[in-house]
């Protein structure tokens, strides 16, 4: 027989997933987001240290 | 097969798909509501109310004198006859006018109504008419108008979100004098209006009538906030038709207002969740309360109390956190503006699950308050004044299965509305709608979260 005669005590998880799954859209985002800004930032400091070497 | 579940699973519901899908359902249809508005709308529509004044004399006959007079007058009556049976009335809880007319049909029903058609509370109002009359009496005597203290404003709505919590506590958790029921004796309930009536008198006198219905006056506040969800609306003296919700966008500027709402969606929480989520974890904190020599009485208000506070705290942590995630947002205001600011998108949802939670319960006891409880207010079976008291309540008037779809509906509009709302906000924050999309993410979230949890409460408290 199933061990199931409790199981009706964590039905709460099924009514989390979908919280879950939008806080972990939500911040997968914001990290994308982040590391695009960095690299961004990263990209153009390269550009101008590129400018100054050219005039040394 | 039968499965040996123990008690959970076996809903009374009939339903075609699990409980919890509906959850799943609604996520899914605001999420694409997210998407929608983010892609549609780009201007503020509610910072306006688009004033359009009623007729002239319907304005002038509802707002007159003689109008204010009679609502005041039917307001104080029925306050009296509540106070009246409750005191001289029979002690049983149902069969007494008392408390179906104070906790049903004035505490459920004007919020459901003034969300539609405007406050609806202020003309009945039997503080403030009391209190108007006593101060045009006193202007007449004295020849000048009662001096008031100045308002601290820093208090700001404060007054009434206490005032709130303890009108709830009074029904959920004084009421409740063991684990399963709740019997509150209406005799308890006339004193505590008494109390409440010399209290809310004395500080109209001390910072004004107008100004404590406004900030402090517990009732007033939490109808009018309702009220600010409906189309009319009236100021200097003429009535008005307005957008639907536009009126919400300017109530929360006060301090204490995100406290009022707050409390509000807690209280029915912890009523939906007392005898169903959170029914374990009480019981645990009764009992180790009362194995250590605790009163049954005091443990079971202590861990009540407790339960509702952690509630209140919990709600308030959910939307804290989505304003948390706005201040992430490139060009956001601080913190005090997004909490104040993004009050508002909460009332759809406070509304959404007084539905939820009371529809049902509003139209079972209604037919008892429009038929044997008006006929016999103080339930002593020897009064039959309009000839209704055989009415009995017809409980076959709403199918379980409509009960939990108008449930479902009710959570799912009004958290769509409450997005909405916010989104509406954002743009006056963030004139770029693409910041103003990625700052409602957050606001998504609480919404989701909300709706989920309002399910789950329903979906245990139904099981």
Not at chain 2, 125 to 151: C, E, V
Not at chain 2, 291 to 307: C, E, N, P, Y
Request: proline content about 5%; glycine content about 10%.
């Amino acid at each position: 027989m199933l061990p199931v005669a409790h199981v009706g005590h964590y039905l709460w998880v099924f009514y989390v997933i979908p919280i879950l799954i939008v806080v972990g859209a939500i911040l997968r985002n914001a990290i994308a987001q982040r590391r695009a800004g960095r690299d961004e930032a990263g990209e153009s400091s390269t550009a101008g240290g590129g400018k100054i070497t050219k005039r040394d | 097969m039968t499965l040996p579940v123990a008690h959970a699973l076996a809903s009374r519901q009939d339903l075609p798909i699990p409980a919890w899908l509906f959850a799943w359902a609604a996520s899914i249809v605001l999420i694409v509501s997210f998407f929608a508005l983010s892609a549609a709308w780009r201007k503020p529509q509610f910072e306006d109310e688009h004033r359009r004044p009623l007729g002239a004399r319907l304005s002038t006959a509802l707002l007159s004198l003689p109008a204010q007079i009679l609502c005041g007058a039917i307001g104080v009556f029925l306050l009296g006859v509540a106070v009246y049976a409750g005191l001289r009335g029979t002690e049983a809880p149902d069969r007494n006018f008392a408390l179906t007319f104070l906790f049903v049909t004035c505490w459920l029903g004007f919020p459901f109504f003034s969300a539609i058609f405007g406050d609806l509370f202020r003309p009945f109002n039997p503080w403030r008419a009391i209190g108007r009359a006593a101060g045009g009496a006193f202007a007449k005597l004295a020849g000048q108008r009662p001096a008031h203290l100045a308002y601290p404003e820093r208090l700001g709505r404060w007054p009434a979100a206490v005032g709130l919590l303890a009108f709830v506590w009074i029904e959920v958790v004084y009421g409740r004098t063991s684990i399963v029921s709740v019997d509150i004796e209406p005799h308890a309930v006339a004193v505590a209006a008494l109390v409440y009536s010399v209290y809310t008198l004395a500080m109209m006198a001390v910072f004004g009538v107008e100004k404590w219905c406004d900030r402090g006056e517990a009732f007033s506040v939490y109808f009018g906030m309702f009220g600010r969800l409906g189309i009319f609306g009236a100021r200097d003296g003429s009535l008005y038709r307005r957008r639907p919700f536009s009126a919400a966008t300017s109530w929360a500027t006060v301090p204490g207002s995100a406290a009022v709402v707050i409390a509000s969606i807690a209280a029915t929480s912890f009523d939906g969740a007392q005898d169903g989520a959170f029914k374990d974890p009480i019981e645990s904190l009764f009992n180790w309360f009362t194995d250590r020599g605790m009163a049954l009485t005091t443990g079971l208000r202590l861990t009540d109390t407790i339960f509702m506070l952690a509630t209140f705290g919990a709600v308030a942590a959910v939307y804290m956190l989505g304003v948390r995630g706005m201040r992430t947002v490139p060009g956001a205001p601080s913190f005090k503006q997004l909490r104040t600011g993004f009050a508002h998108t909460l009332i759809p949802i406070a509304l959404a699950y007084l539905v939820a939670h009371y529809f049902s319960f509003f139209v079972f006891q209604e037919q008892a308050q429009f038929g044997y409880l008006l006929s016999d207010p103080l339930g002593t079976g020897h009064t039959d004044l309009f000839g209704t008291v055989a009415n009995e309540v017809d409980y076959k008037l709403l199918s379980a299965n409509a009960i939990w779809y108008v449930q479902v509906a009710a959570l799912v509009i009004g958290h769509v509305i409450g997005l909405m709302l916010a989104h509406d906000r954002a743009l006056v924050y963030w004139p770029d709608y693409r910041k103003a999309t990625a700052s409602q993410y957050w606001m998504l979230a609480v919404m989701v979260a909300f709706t989920c949890f309002g399910l789950y409460l329903l979906s245990v408290a139904n099981g």
